[in-house]
């Protein structure tokens, strides 16, 4: 019996570190075979028959990581990665139809934004199927395709997904009838190769639609019952000020809502509402409004007026301006020197 059994049966029914917990799984299916032989990239790993019985399936599609987990272990679980800051850049819908997974209750979905998660556990009950599909994409860059002038982004939460954030957000809600539908159809998917790959992502999208829907409605219950005052008006233009000063060394979204007196939530909607905005597309705004004026005065490099306005990565620097502009910041400088 190796020294991590060993320490797993010392802590039955207790904890295992998430490190642990991955080698066990690791180590128990390093000749794991794909599901469908026809797709190399659809994984079922059995689950370590010191924890219980059944699997775990990782289907990879176009951005999309698809992951299906159905198994039962024989004790009440708690897997601990407290130890150390973990940095999830992926965003993760998950929905549950039996069973417990990291404090969320069989029925029931969660979203996990991009961000670092300190002080993470989750805990698994024992003697309970455990029926779940998660739904992984690598970046926002799927959810960003659909994003037109003409489409305004919502809800207000999503836009922590859409533009990068440095607190991470969790919502969990009910899993609805619909997405039960999807689910089931999901897990028990009659095709394999190109059809079951094309299957898939057209389930998942429309899960995550789903999902989107059901947060933009939470989101307007919620907006209602919010009015903002005459000051907490002025303490949203008292943020913008100290976001425009600030352009190439802002403060995070919570240390600003510190600053000027407003719950983090409120800050949010008081720049949606007062400037038709997120704070960080106000930011953004200015930023690129900052280099174009720079750009104009041709008395700096294109290298120099990205770090002026915050940005130590060139390229996603010129990524922000063409947003904004439609072109490059060189095309740009060279047009106007034209």
Same mark, same amino acid.
């Given at each position: 019996m190796n020294s991590i059994q060993c320490k797993f049966r010392k802590n039955m029914g207790h904890c295992i570190s998430l490190a642990d917990y991955q080698e066990l799984w690791t180590k128990y299916n390093q000749n794991a075979k794909p599901a469908d =032989? #026809?797709?190399? !990239?659809?994984?079922?790993?059995?689950?370590?028959?010191?924890? @219980?019985?059944?699997?775990?399936?990782?289907?990879?599609?176009?951005d999309i990581s698809l992951l299906i987990i159905d198994a039962e272990f024989y004790d009440d679980l708690i897997i601990d990665s407290t130890s150390e800051e973990n940095f999830i850049g992926c965003l993760e819908f998950g929905f549950h139809l039996l069973g417990c997974w990291n404090a969320t209750d069989s029925g029931k979905n969660f979203f996990l934004g991009s961000g670092i998660y300190k002080d993470s556990k989750v805990e698994v009950l024992g003697n309970k199927r455990l029926l779940k599909v998660d739904i992984h994409l690598e970046s926002p860059e799927l959810l960003n395709s659909f994003i037109t002038s003409d489409i305004p982004i919502s809800p207000i939460t999503l836009q922590r997904v859409i533009e990068p954030s440095e607190e991470p957000y969790r919502q969990i809600s009910l899993t609805t009838p619909e997405m039960r539908v $999807? =689910?089931?159809?999901?897990?028990?998917?009659?095709?394999? @190769?190109?059809?079951?790959?094309?299957? *898939?992502? #057209?389930?998942? *999208?429309?899960?995550?639609?789903?999902?989107?829907?059901?947060?933009?409605?939470?989101?307007?219950?919620?907006?209602?019952?919010?009015? *903002?005052?005459?000051?907490?008006? $002025?303490?949203?233009?008292?943020?913008?000020?100290?976001?425009?000063? !600030?352009?190439? #060394?802002?403060? #995070? =979204?919570?240390?600003? $809502?510190?600053?000027? @007196?407003?719950?983090?939530?409120? *800050?949010?909607? @008081?720049?949606r509402q007062v400037l038709g905005t997120t704070a960080f597309g106000y930011l953004q705004q200015q930023r690129m409004e900052k280099a174009r004026k720079l750009l104009l005065e041709s008395k700096m490099s294109v290298k120099q007026i990205a770090r002026t306005v915050g940005y130590a990565n060139q390229s996603r620097f010129a990524a922000a301006f063409r947003k904004q502009f439609g072109m490059n910041p060189k095309s740009y400088d060279l047009l106007i020197k034209a």
């Amino acid at each position: 019996m190796n020294s991590i059994q060993c320490k797993f049966r010392k802590n039955m029914g207790h904890c295992i570190s998430l490190a642990d917990y991955q080698e066990l799984w690791t180590k128990y299916n390093q000749n794991a075979k794909p599901a469908d =032989l #026809s797709d190399p !990239n659809d994984i079922i790993n059995m689950c370590p028959k010191q924890l @219980g019985h059944g699997y775990e399936r990782w289907i990879e599609l176009r951005d999309i990581s698809l992951l299906i987990i159905d198994a039962e272990f024989y004790d009440d679980l708690i897997i601990d990665s407290t130890s150390e800051e973990n940095f999830i850049g992926c965003l993760e819908f998950g929905f549950h139809l039996l069973g417990c997974w990291n404090a969320t209750d069989s029925g029931k979905n969660f979203f996990l934004g991009s961000g670092i998660y300190k002080d993470s556990k989750v805990e698994v009950l024992g003697n309970k199927r455990l029926l779940k599909v998660d739904i992984h994409l690598e970046s926002p860059e799927l959810l960003n395709s659909f994003i037109t002038s003409d489409i305004p982004i919502s809800p207000i939460t999503l836009q922590r997904v859409i533009e990068p954030s440095e607190e991470p957000y969790r919502q969990i809600s009910l899993t609805t009838p619909e997405m039960r539908v $999807a =689910l089931e159809q999901i897990i028990n998917c009659p095709f394999t @190769g190109l059809t079951k790959k094309i299957y *898939l992502e #057209s389930k998942c *999208l429309e899960l995550i639609a789903l999902k989107i829907e059901q947060l933009t409605n939470l989101e307007k219950n919620y907006t209602k019952a919010i009015v *903002l005052k005459r000051d907490d008006i $002025a303490r949203v233009h008292y943020a913008k000020e100290i976001l425009t000063q !600030n352009l190439d #060394s802002p403060p #995070s =979204l919570l240390e600003l $809502a510190r600053k000027v @007196g407003l719950n983090d939530y409120k *800050l949010k909607l @008081g720049f949606r509402q007062v400037l038709g905005t997120t704070a960080f597309g106000y930011l953004q705004q200015q930023r690129m409004e900052k280099a174009r004026k720079l750009l104009l005065e041709s008395k700096m490099s294109v290298k120099q007026i990205a770090r002026t306005v915050g940005y130590a990565n060139q390229s996603r620097f010129a990524a922000a301006f063409r947003k904004q502009f439609g072109m490059n910041p060189k095309s740009y400088d060279l047009l106007i020197k034209a």
